[in-house]
């Protein structure tokens, strides 16, 4: 039996509670050689892709922008397209938003980087309802929850549409005339529908490989059906083996009901690591990160987001309030409240006395997203364990160090997985869409 491929993905920290930004080897969250560093680091280990996330609007939080976000946050395409000129081989893959951006732009956009890239580009969707990020722009908060779905739709067909607009020969080499465009191998783009009403024409021919490699970033059902039917890859936060493997059969099936070759659609969840000479030494090491990445303060913070109300004078290290959460709050902009509130203060009371937990370490204990705590020959075990299980495709790193938390995985860790005959050895192709192997 042959053994799957392993593809793997370096996501550039940027902004979240991964991020370890306060320690001491921690460099610059918006310097382009943080960008340069990380990606060609990515590049050296083979990997599919560099991503970048993208964050419309610094979250706030009782009316303040949030300290975890002062660093700013560069626009994607700009970083992007130098990351093309530095870089030979590795995907370039930003997150770019349906609800505040235009087809006609992106699609622009995305055939540029494409073009600079050599065929090199992806596009992460993603969707928002969100009126807190909409009141950057000129149209605000207009879109409703239900419609996202509704908008993307149409933003990516339009989007084709202008990809697919030139003939593969409207750009004609000519001896005598030298290159030129054939207006005549160049069709209009004419779509009307509820999103948008566009007449036009692209300004430019689709990269080398068509449309670039298409990423889709959502876990309700609506995005995992459009994920199913539209994507290359899939970005997933399931953890586990169980989950992951639950959530892969799943979209497969979607897949394929969609018409598809199940292969076509590479799952990727996001994955952080710690390595360590032996398993004691890597347990420290992430407890250590652990209480970087959630201060006394941050502590506060997050259970704030809960209880919908302000707790400032509620010690880190001492019990849970004992009162219910407001449910309607807007304490915290710009960050998801998942879930029933009331439900999840339950539960983490229940978690608190259990396991006799201060507001700290229970903090520490429920965002704790540390997949692979080991050796390089455990966290490789792991890696190779659940690719070939059918809980993934492959894993987009999440280092807590910018910009250079992914070297010791690439000098330690890929070497393993070489060993193992299920990851590359040397790029065979130019193109992100070859890494992959997508086959469309």
Not at 103 to 113: I, K
Not at 320 to 342: A, M, N, W, Y
Request: glycine residues 10%.
């Amino acid at each position: 039996m042959s053994r799957k491929p392993i593809h793997l993905a370096a996501h550039f920290p940027g902004v979240n509670n991964t991020t370890v930004w306060t320690d001491p080897t921690a460099g610059s969250q918006i310097e382009f050689e943080s960008f340069v560093h990380l990606a060609r680091t990515a590049e050296r280990g083979l990997f599919d892709f560099f991503f970048l996330a993208e964050g419309l609007r610094l979250r706030e939080h009782r009316g303040q922008i949030y300290d975890l976000d002062v660093v700013g946050r560069p626009d994607t395409f700009t970083v992007l397209a130098g990351l093309a000129g530095v870089t030979d081989r590795i995907g370039l893959t930003g997150t770019i938003n349906t609800t505040f951006n235009e087809p006609f732009e992106v699609a622009r956009q995305f055939a540029t980087l494409d073009h600079l890239s050599g065929g090199r580009a992806g596009w992460n969707i993603v969707t928002s309802s969100d009126a807190f990020t909409g009141a950057n722009f000129r149209r605000g908060g207009f879109l409703t929850h239900a419609d996202r779905y509704v908008r993307a739709e149409e933003f990516l067909r339009v989007a084709r549409e202008f990809w697919g607009s030139w003939a593969p020969d409207a750009v004609v080499a000519d001896v005598a005339a030298g290159v030129y465009v054939d207006p005549e191998r160049i069709r209009s783009v004419e779509f009307s529908g509820s999103q948008f009403d566009v007449r036009g024409f692209a300004t430019l021919p689709a990269g080398p490989r068509g449309q670039p490699v298409l990423l889709q970033a959502g876990d309700s059902d609506e995005g995992r059906s459009f994920g199913a039917r539209h994507a290359d890859a899939l970005f997933t936060l399931h953890g586990s083996l169980e989950d992951g493997q639950r959530y892969y059969a799943d979209v497969k099936s979607r897949a394929a009901a969609a018409g598809r070759d199940r292969d076509e659609l590479k799952v990727f969840p996001a994955a952080t690591f710690v390595l360590g000479d032996s398993e004691d030494e890597a347990q420290d090491k992430a407890r250590h990160i652990r209480y970087q990445q959630v201060s006394g303060a941050t502590a506060i913070a997050m259970l704030e987001q809960v209880w919908g109300r302000d707790l400032s004078s509620y010690d880190p290290g001492g019990p849970l309030p004992d009162f219910d959460p407001i449910v309607d709050s807007s304490i915290t902009q710009g960050r998801v409240r998942h879930g029933d509130p009331i439900a999840l203060s339950r539960k983490y009371r229940e978690r608190a006395e259990a396991e006799n937990l201060s507001i700290r370490e229970l903090v520490i204990a429920v965002t704790s997203r540390q997949q692979f705590v080991g050796t390089p020959m455990h966290i490789a075990d792991e890696i190779d364990r659940y690719i070939q299980a059918d809980a993934c495709d492959g894993f987009i790193l999440v280092p807590h160090l910018t910009p250079h938390g992914l070297d010791e995985f690439v000098d330690r860790v890929v070497p393993l997985l070489q060993e193992r005959g299920a990851f590359r050895t040397e790029y065979t192709g130019e193109t992100l869409r070859e890494h992959l192997g997508a086959c469309h």
